[in-house]
Structures are given as C-alpha cells and as structure tokens.
C-alpha cells in the first residue's frame, strides 16, 4: 500500500536534485526589523515584468513613505512608492541590480530619519469590497510577485476572475538553498499570510486555496496549519523537499494532478500560484492601505558573520545591507542576488535592493562549484533530473554548433533555467549557460527580424511620400503651364479683337 | 491647316506606338525568377550596397546564380543567412561566420549645420530635422547604411557602435576548454 502511494506520489514529481539546504543558519533566526534607516534610497522605476514605470515627482519635492513615487503604465505595469519619508534628490541612470549592471532609470530619495507614513485610512471589512476593488487596490500598491518573477500581482487576480480559476496555490517551497525569508514569514506571520490568502480568494472570486510547504519546514507548516484552522477553503499541505518544487508546473502536477501543456500558462488548467510573501502584501495593502515598500530578505553564505533573514526598505544598497550582516568583503568571491540555483550573480555591491531581491548572498571560494568544464561523458544525469524533461546534452551540442533551430526543435523554449542540469552535471558543463545564451540569441534574432520587417515598412511608406510628391510637383507644372497658355489665349484674342 | 495635320498625325504616331508598346508589355514580358523574388524580399530592401552590389535585386539574382555566398549581407547578420541558407538549400558554417559589429549613426550637435542633405538620402527617414536646425538620429530606424555620412558637409554624422541597454543586453557564448576541446 505504501509502496503504491509512493509510486504515485513519485509519477507525479518529475527530475528537480536535492542541493544541500544551507538553511540552518538564517532559518531559526527571527526576522530581524532593526534595520537601520539608509541615508540614500535607489528606487529602479522598473522592478517589475512590464512596462517601467513613469515617475510624477520632481527633484527637491518632499515625500512621505508609502506615497506614490511613479505610477503605472500600460496593463501590465506596477507603480513604485516611496519606501521612507524625506526629498526626491535625483531621477537619473543608476547600476541596475543586474549581471551587467547597465544603468536604468531610479529615483534617488534622501531620508529624513522621520520614517513618516502617508495618513491611510485602514478598512473595517475588505470582504465587502467587490473583487474588481481587491484587484485595484492591489495593483495600485505596487504588488508584484515577491518569490522574484515579479509578474504584477493584480493582473494575475483579474485574470483569475477572467479565466474562471477555482484553485489558488499558495507558494511556500522555498526549494532554493541557503532562503529561508519565506519559511520565517509563515512562522511569524501565518495569521496575516492567511488573512492575504482570504483576500486574494476574494479578488479572484474562487474559494478553493492550497498552501504547499516542503516537509523541512515543520515549524512553519504547524503555524500555517493552525492559522489556516478555522477557515475550510485553505488547505495547508506538505510537498517532498526537492528542487525546484517551487516551480509553477511542478507544484500544480504535485497539487492538483493537473499538467500544464508546453506553452501554455498555468490559468489555462484553471490554477494560480502565488508566493507567501505576496499573500503578506496583499493582507497589509488591502487592510491597511500599505503600499509595498519593503521587503523581507535573507542574507546567507560563507563570509556572511551575522547571516540574518531581515525586512529592508526597498532601494537600500546592497553595500548597506552586507555592512549591517557583517559580510567580509576580502573573502567573498560571488555576490548573488536571489538563491544560488537560479539567483543573478551581481558585480558589485552597490546596487540596490528591489522587489525581487528574496536573499543576498556573500559565497566564498570553497562554496562556488568548479567550474572547469570536461568532456561530457554521455551519463544522462541531465536528462532524469530535468523537471521539464528535455535532453540537456544534445540541446547543448546543438547550440554549441550554432545550431539555434534545432535546439528549439529540442524544447529550448520549455527549459527553465533552473539549472538542475549543471548542477548534477560530473563534467561540469555549463549546460544552463548555453541555455541562457541561446535563449537571448533567439530574443536578439527576433528583434533583428522585427527591425528588418519595420526597415521594409519604413521604405516603402518613404518611396509612397516620395512618388506622391513628385506626382504632385508634376501636376502643379501642368497647372501652371495650362494657365499660362490660357494667359496667352486671351492675350492673343485681345490682341485680334483690338 | 497645317497645324492640324501635324497634330493629328503626330497624335495618331503616339496612339499606335502606344498600343504597341503596351501589347508588347503583356505578351514578351520577361517572367523574373521566382528565387530571385523571393530572395529579393528577404533582402531589407534598402538598397545600401555594403555587399558590394548596386543594390538588393542584383545581390538577390548574384546570390540565385551562386557568385555570393549565403553571409553576403552585413545589415542581415547570421539570422539573415540562416534564411537565405534554407532557401536556397545549401550547408551554412556559421562557426566561422563573425557577426558584424551593428553600427547606428549619431549627429553631434556641436557641427550640425541643419543642411537637411543626410535626412533626404536617409531610406528609412530615421533622420529628423528641419533646414537650420539640429538634426537627430532616431537608433531604432537606423540601419547604419551610412548614407548619410557620405553627404554630410561637416562630418557632423559619425557611426558608433549601437549602446548596450538592459533591452539587448545578452549571455554570452559559454567558453570552451583552453584547450578548445568539445566538450559534450
């Protein structure tokens, strides 16, 4: 009987690895609110999926925390708020925190040391709000995605109402090493995290919610469960701790038995996943009419003294941050933003930390993989432990080759990077990389195809002005040579008549 | 009287020649390869030069005759020859291909003398202006055919190499062995 649940359970997880957690260390600490204020606040205009944001203040205006710093464009867009109160002293290119660190658009914000929240006016029952109203308020508070998609967040709840979604999953894997901002938001914070869970139900008009906890989490899942107690929608369950079990398709297949076809998006097998740190948001939004300003983030890795989960107000630099975990800068040989499986490797540490940032990582030499790539030795290991199950190896040879077509005919298109692949990989193949790169190569190819097809369009609409404007210099010609043959006409029947 | 028989027979001599001319048209009308077509449309169309023919349609019909390889356009870059390599059905090694530094150009504002000669030669109109005043580039429409920097009297219009953003910043290729080895 056993044997036949675990055979069941098994068919529905596919590849993922079990990296070593590195959670010990940040996972029994409580979140640490003491951070001290930063003078300077970097706020990127986009931190989100979408369309940057368009700011509406000025140089020298003087801002409250929670007030609206740049608003939303387009459909799919968030707002930025201030995350302190203090004066607006530079909207300019900074370093994005970014591989490359090229500079985006931020908002420099000077605090005043006051902390002085904007005056809101809290909701005594957001339930008889309609859901269009949670979706409003949600989007108009810069909500986004807190697990570091950062897809809008009230997007997502109107396209629930929109695609009749009867299940909401609540995110709380947290399958990535060394993370564990989520795992102590859910022990600290279950009632709000319930209450957001409540809200989002409300906003997308279903009522049927799972919150999906791996098993190393007990502590976090006995919270969940009894905040979660009194209401019979929401279900708290354990899921097998095995990365990336905090992948959309792999939670619903594990959840729901539902499979997301290639291609498809999650709403179209009637499911939406949201991350816990989301839920807290929204709870803190709708009924308190907080905007997003900060987050909670875990500070981990080997020269990292104090590593600490801790809430920062977004836009503080990551300098500040690594100088408050007492992080030793002369040993640290990767700064990465994000968990060390799918996190974004950062060159410098002045950069500052935005919605996405879920942890901020100080590796030393010994905790790096090698990366002195061999010959591959045809294991397949990349193949059983590839949760989309594609064929890393050969989509890697292809790209190698230059061979771009061929590696989409492989599914290049469906990977994920979540990196299981190099990780497992005894050669050390950076089959990931590939990945990465083939992937902007085709984004790139694209781009250069829609650039040629604008080019056709540019020239022909050129050559149309030009034709219309000769064909119009050559009829005014004929205007003026008719009239003047008509001027000598007359000349001339004058003259006879005379 | 005489007037009017010049024009009668002159108008009469154009009619005929005319007809002529127009059935002549229809019935020897010289059918264009369909290759040659649809290499033309492939092609962007803005008839540059850079690869060393007049213009599109000639490098199209060179490229239908086999006299230049499948890489032959700079503006089209690897995508570019890939296409053309699957219409024409022959091997393409990319490997050695180098893909063309992408130029895009750039007025500088201090020697514009607003003299409108480079936007009327531009053939995507990616150039704005007016006469006497500073002229633009929009990046976007440039395809860097430098036109316009063979016109410009000042030397006002340079080529730069297309600014790296977030928007077309890419991974790139991973690195082999140093011993180049292959590695899977």
């Not at chain 2, 990046?139 to 009297?153: L, R």
Request: with cysteine.
């Amino acid at each position: 009987m056993l044997s036949f649940f675990s055979s069941f359970t098994q068919s529905r997880l596919r590849g993922g690895v079990h990296p070593e957690a590195h959670k010990r260390a940040t996972a029994l600490q409580p979140i640490n609110t003491d951070f001290p204020l930063p003078a300077r606040l970097y706020i990127p205009l986009q931190q989100h999926v979408g369309k940057p944001a368009e700011p509406l203040i000025r140089v020298g205006e003087i801002v409250l925390k929670g007030q609206l710093l740049a608003y939303s464009q387009g459909l799919i867009s968030a707002p930025v708020h201030a995350p302190s109160s203090g004066i607006i002293v530079d909207v300019n290119d900074y370093p994005a925190p970014h591989p490359s660190a090229l500079p985006i658009r931020m908002i420099v914000l000077e605090t005043d040391g006051k902390d002085e929240w904007l005056s809101h006016t809290p909701i005594p029952d957001p339930f008889q709000l309609t859901p269009e109203d949670i979706s409003l308020r949600v989007g108009a508070a810069g909500i986004v995605g807190l697990g570091g998609a950062t897809f809008p967040t009230a997007v997502k709840l109107t396209m629930g109402r929109e695609n009749r979604i009867d299940t909401l999953i609540i995110n709380g894997a947290e399958c990535e090493p060394y993370l564990s901002c989520d795992d102590r938001q859910m022990q600290e914070r279950s009632a709000e995290i319930i209450d957001g869970v409540r809200l989002m139900l409300h906003g997308m008009a279903a009522n049927l919610a799972f919150i999906a906890i791996e098993d190393n989490k007990p502590q976090a899942f006995l919270a969940m469960q009894a905040a979660a107690h009194a209401y019979s929608g929401i279900t708290v369950l354990h899921i097998p701790t095995r990365y990336p079990m905090g992948w959309d398709r792999q939670l619903i297949r594990y959840v729901t038995g539902r499979e997301v076809p290639a291609g498809c998006r999650s709403s179209e097998v009637g499911v939406t996943i949201h991350n816990v740190g989301t839920a807290y948001a929204t709870h803190k939004a709708i009924r308190y009419g907080q905007p997003l300003v900060s987050r909670v983030l875990t500070v981990a890795g080997g020269a990292v003294a104090r590593p600490m989960t801790v809430e920062v107000p977004l836009g503080t630099l990551i300098a500040e941050v690594f100088a408050f975990c007492e992080v030793d800068s002369t040993r640290t040989a990767r700064i990465i933003m994000g968990g060390p499986m799918m996190g974004e490797a950062l060159p410098h540490t002045g950069l500052p930390t935005v919605k996405a940032t879920s942890g901020l990582l100080a590796l030393t030499q010994d905790e790096l993989k090698q990366t002195e790539a061999q010959p591959c030795i045809r294991c397949a290991s990349c193949v059983s432990v590839c949760p989309v199950g594609l064929r890393p190896l050969d989509m890697a040879n292809t790209i190698r080759a230059k061979q771009l077509e061929a590696a989409v005919e492989l599914g290049l298109k469906e990977c994920i990077s979540c990196g299981c692949c190099s990780y497992i990989c005894p050669s050390n193949i950076p089959l990931v990389q590939y990945f990465k790169y083939a992937s902007g190569e085709l984004v790139a190819q694209q781009q250069a195809q829609h650039k040629s097809e604008q080019t056709k369009k540019l020239m022909a609409s050129r050559t149309a002005r030009l034709e219309r404007i000769a064909q119009q210099q050559l009829e005014e010609e004929r205007a003026r040579i008719a009239a003047k043959i008509e001027r000598e006409r007359l000349k001339a029947t004058q003259e006879t008549v005379e | 009287m005489y007037v009017f028989y010049a024009i009668i027979s002159l108008t009469v001599l154009g009619l005929v020649l005319g007809l002529l001319l127009g059935i002549a048209a229809k019935y020897l009308k010289v059918e264009s390869s369909p290759l040659v077509d649809a290499l033309e449309a492939l092609l962007p169309g803005s008839q540059c030069g850079q690869c060393g023919f007049p213009g599109c349609r000639p490098a199209a019909e060179a490229l239908a005759d086999g006299l230049a390889p499948a890489t032959m356009c700079p503006p089209g870059g690897s995508a570019l020859a890939e296409q053309i390599a699957a219409l024409l059905g022959v091997e393409l090694d990319l490997t050695s291909l180098k893909e063309p530094e992408l130029l895009v150009a750039k007025v500088s504002e201090a020697t514009c003398t607003g003299c409108t000669r480079c936007f009327k030669v531009c053939p995507t109109d990616a150039i704005v202006g007016a006469p006497k005043q500073i002229h633009a580039v929009v990046a976007d429409a440039c395809i860097g055919c430098k036109k316009c920097v063979e016109v410009c009297p000042t030397e006002c219009l340079q080529m730069h190499p297309i600014e790296v953003t977030l928007r077309n910043w890419r991974w790139s290729k991973p690195l082999l062995t140093t011993t180049g080895k292959a590695l899977c």
